[in-house]
């Protein structure tokens, strides 16, 4: 445990994802009295496949020692990605150099492992279950935060890990829905060993203006992700209609990525929309914060949404152990993110757009005027200054 000058003792994060775990177990390290609060029932299998890569496991790493590891495990590392076409054709086959450049190779993991894993390296006690958060107040002395269940949790620190559609958010700077970015997506995890994919590849098939991922993300399981560019963002009303209407904007596709999907139970598919939101000046007011996808959302084009959590994480924990007040430590936190995670938005939003063929730099670049950065990097450039982030030190 690192000895802090303890700015506050008593910490309330909102979710149990990825983001507030991490934040529960990096907290807990600086001798904080750490709470979790998540409004799942239970936790329960989820998700689909996430890729970590390596300014997130460098973050994982510092925040939990020994956890790549164990990820390693359970996970996938990629040695390979695989480009198909629709027929089932391989159209191009590259190798990954991440983990020569970067200490890291791709590493996919089911998002339910991910939190699994993290969620073990915390007392099960300090994470509760069915407590979602409706709102909080603050004053001077400290936050009272306010659940569904009719409960009160009180704190001197709240930081918001509650994803896209935060209520912390909401409660501090009253947005309403996120920005959907004409993007559909449909995706699951299964058992299952796909005909068109080996151990360690990612494979990419490319449709019309619409796209399939097929992960290994470790233990025999199977991640497919499949997103199509649909401007007019319509649900489906139930899990059946959902997976009859994926089956459907498949048709043409090799039966092979259709029995991966007609494999899959209705109810385990998810489908929702690709939403992101502008950046925020601020993340914080008073005793409040935000971090992950509460403070960033951002389209997954390029995989970012859990390891730039990571990184926040970490800052976060920093500005904690050296700030002289929590007004300090939070304005400084939120000043060593704001301007990488407007700039990593902005390249998420161009590059899920790209896979449509459809370039929209110009008004992404309007829209995150804090990403003002992304065009003056080429795409090497940007790759080395996303992957080579290191977390700083704690002191
Ligand atoms: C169930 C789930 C599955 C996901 N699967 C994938 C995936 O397969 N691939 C991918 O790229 N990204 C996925 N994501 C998003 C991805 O986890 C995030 O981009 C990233 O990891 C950042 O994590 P986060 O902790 O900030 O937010 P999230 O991962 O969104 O976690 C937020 C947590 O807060 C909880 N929560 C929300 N509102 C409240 C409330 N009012 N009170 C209490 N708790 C609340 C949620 O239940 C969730 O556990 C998923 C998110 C969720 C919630």
Not at 197 to 223: A, C, H, P, R, W
Request: one cysteine or more; proline letters at 5%; a negative charge.
């Amino acid at each position: 445990m690192i000895d802090s000058k303890l700015l506050v003792q008593k910490v309330a994060i909102i979710g149990a994802g990825p983001g507030g775990l991490a934040a529960a177990i990096a907290l807990s390290n600086l001798g904080l009295d750490v709470q979790v609060y998540e409004k799942a029932q239970d936790f329960r299998p989820a998700g689909t496949g996430l890729g970590l890569v390596s300014n997130g496991l460098n973050c994982l790493e510092a925040i939990a020692p020994g956890i790549i590891s164990t990820l390693t495990k359970s996970g996938c590392p990629v040695h390979q990605t695989v480009l198909k076409s629709m027929a089932g054709e391989t159209i191009r086959t590259h190798s990954s150099t991440l983990l020569e450049k970067y200490g890291h190779p791709l590493l996919t993991v089911w998002w339910w492992r991910l939190q699994q894993t993290l969620a073990s390296r915390l007392p099960s006690e300090i994470i509760h279950l069915n407590h979602r958060c409706i709102g909080f107040e603050q004053d001077e002395s400290g936050v009272a935060i306010y659940f569904e269940n009719g409960k009160t949790a009180y704190a001197d620190l709240l930081i918001g890990a509650d994803g896209v559609n935060s209520t912390v958010r909401e409660s501090l700077f009253g947005e309403g829905k996120p920005n959907y970015l004409g993007s559909m997506c449909w995706r699951s995890v299964l058992e299952y060993r796909h005909e068109l994919s080996n151990s360690y590849q990612l494979v990419f098939v490319k449709g019309n203006q619409q796209f399939m991922y097929i992960l290994d993300v470790g233990e025999g399981y199977t991640s497919w992700i499949s997103r199509k560019f649909i401007p007019d963002c319509q649900l489906s009303q139930s899990p059946e209609a959902a997976k009859t209407r994926i089956l459907h904007e498949l048709t043409g596709w090799d039966d092979s990525f259709r029995a991966l999907v007609e494999a899959t139970p209705a109810e385990q598919i998810w489908e929702g929309p690709i939403c992101d939101r502008p950046p925020l000046t601020h993340w914080s007011k008073g005793r409040v914060t935000l971090l992950g996808d509460a403070a960033h959302p951002m389209a997954p084009a390029m995989g970012q949404g859990a390891n730039s959590t990571f990184e926040d994480v970490c800052e976060l924990q920093t500005c904690l152990s050296q700030g002289a007040s929590l007004t300090e430590a939070l304005a400084n936190y939120e000043q060593s993110r704001i301007q990488r995670t407007s700039l990593i938005q902005a390249r998420s939003a161009i590059g899920e757009m790209r896979y449509y063929d459809i370039d929209t730099t110009k008004q992404t670049s309007e829209r995150f005027s804090e990403g003002d950065a992304a065009p003056q990097l080429n795409n090497d450039e940007f790759q080395d200054w996303l992957y080579n982030y290191k977390p700083p030190a704690i002191l």
